[in-house]
């Protein structure tokens, strides 16, 4: 949001960006008195449906300090720019910080007014990470070496104080946005049990970033983990993977078997080699001609390929798409997964890649699939679960909708023996930046899909976008990624015809 005319919270989409690990992004020019009092009331929202109300006066003087710090770093720029001083020159700095507080706010208007023509924002970005709010305040101008060892000057001699008190003894430096402001913030993160390495300042060749890591209530993992055990422990409730698909793992991790009875086994599920034949023949092998036999077909697509291709279409038979909201997950994830395969093919090149990020994409949003298909008996005994555990009623509300998703999805994909891969693709793929090494290409392409179908269904802006994944895929402006989008949906298009 970056206008008055949309100062509106939008109760749903706040709803949905918890429930699916999807950033919120407030964007300001000036930072008028009504942007304030939006940002406060997105963030009240947003913890109210957690229940985490009790962090809502920390979290506002925080967001609220950080914002006004990033406001006075862009009013400099322009300043100094209008004084004909350089910033990033010692004497310059020295010079122009003599007057930059009278002059700047007896004329606060025409520098806001300057930002603004200059592009210069601020941005406020509010996500649920795995168990952790991050709250993130970005401006698009590079701190200097003066002002980053100003401000971890004062983050360093914060930490040593215990109190307000012990702070206020102190000469507080404040004709820089890293005062006393800055004191009582780190202050209140130590109220509420936060380590040093829950607030960081770092700056780029781009911007600027101040961020705060909080774990959510210890009670409330708690209750989402327990309730996500004792979901995957039902899980028997639910049919397991037919027993053709079965047979036919088996005679893939059989020594003694060959491609030929690995084909006669496949060859007898009509639905399953419709699919493999489909696979195979899909864009994505680009071949010269068309294939209809199902022993070249298996040659073609390779052990890997198959087992992969069992996975997916396995865990499809196991949670069906009878309904019309399954229908719409599977939808996306199809489309995830063409996204996938097609970022790695046109910007990797590794074909040991393309199989795991085609049903990785395929299956990352499995845990939301789940409550949609379960039985009502055992709809009924996880709210036995929940009443035997005094669980509060939202626990069950917000996983139902989708929150923890992704944990919920790799716990069962745990369960049922799917290779570490694909467990990771599942669990990290809102959160590229905590993924394992061993993955990183994997789980930054679905990250990466999954955002771009959601970029391209107006869920979220380019800004809300990982920088990491990107770089991964040298992606460095909107630009690039609207003409990447363009091209994907239109190959995903002709696909479907």
């Not at 942007?35 to 963030?43: D, G, K, R, S, T």
């Not at 229940?51 to 925080?62: A, G, H, P, R, T």
């Amino acid at each position: 949001m970056s206008s008055s005319s949309e100062l509106i919270v939008d109760e749903e989409k706040i709803k949905k960006a918890i429930q699916s690990g999807l950033p919120l992004t407030i964007t300001t020019y000036t930072l008028p008195k009504e942007i304030e009092i939006y940002i406060e009331q997105v963030i009240e929202t947003f913890l109210r449906h957690m229940n985490q109300m009790k962090l809502k006066d920390y979290i506002v003087y925080c967001v609220q300090e950080l914002v006004v710090n990033a406001k006075k770093a862009n009013t400099k720029r322009v300043f100094f720019k209008e004084r004909g001083l350089d910033i990033n020159n010692d004497e310059d700095y020295k010079k122009g910080m003599l007057t930059f507080k009278e002059e700047t706010i007896g004329n606060i208007n025409y520098y806001l007014q300057l930002q603004k023509e200059k592009g210069l924002y601020i941005k406020v970005i509010l996500q649920l990470k795995r168990n952790v709010i991050q709250l993130e305040i970005r401006n698009n101008v590079i701190a200097n070496k003066v002002e980053q060892l100003r401000i971890h000057d004062k983050m360093a001699r914060s930490r040593q104080f215990n109190s307000l008190e012990d702070a206020l003894t102190q000469v507080l430096d404040d004709s820089e946005g890293a005062g006393l402001g800055l004191v009582i913030l780190v202050l209140m993160l130590k109220k509420m049990g936060l380590d040093d390495n829950a607030f960081t300042i770092n700056t780029n060749n781009k911007f600027t970033s101040a961020k705060i890591l909080i774990p959510l209530d210890t009670a409330m993992v708690e209750n989402m983990s327990a309730l996500s055990e004792q979901i995957v422990d039902s899980i028997n409730s639910l049919p397991q993977f037919p027993e053709n698909i079965m047979l036919v793992q088996k005679l893939i991790n059989d020594p003694t078997s060959d491609m030929p009875m690995i084909a006669r086994q496949i060859s007898m599920d009509p639905a399953l080699t419709a699919d493999l034949l489909k696979m195979v023949n899909s864009a994505q092998y680009m071949l010269s001609k068309k294939v209809d036999n199902i022993s070249e077909a298996v040659k073609m697509i390779g052990i890997k390929g198959i087992k992969n291709l069992l996975y997916s279409y396995g865990t499809q038979k196991v949670l069906g798409d009878d309904t019309q909201e399954k229908k719409k997950l599977w939808a996306h994830s199809y489309r995830t997964a063409f996204y996938a395969y097609n970022l790695v093919k046109n910007f990797k090149n590794d074909s040991n890649l393309l199989d795991d990020v085609y049903v990785g994409g395929i299956l990352h949003d499995m845990g939301k699939i789940i409550f949609s298909s379960v039985h009502p008996d055992l709809l009924n005994n996880i709210k036995g679960f929940c009443t035997e555990k005094n669980l509060p009623a939202s626990t069950f509300e917000n996983l139902s909708a989708g929150m923890n998703h992704a944990e919920l999805g790799a716990l069962i994909a745990e369960k049922w023996n799917f290779p570490d891969r694909l467990v990771a693709a599942i669990r990290f793929h809102h959160d590229p930046e905590t993924a394992p090494e061993e993955f990183k290409d994997l789980i930054d392409t679905v990250y990466l899909a999954n955002m771009l179908c959601e970029y391209e269904n107006g869920n979220i802006t380019f800004e809300q976008l990982e920088p990491g994944p990107l770089a991964n895929f040298k992606l460095r402006s909107k630009k690039q990624v609207d003409a990447l989008i363009e091209r994907l949906a239109a190959g995903f298009q002709k696909e479907s015809v």
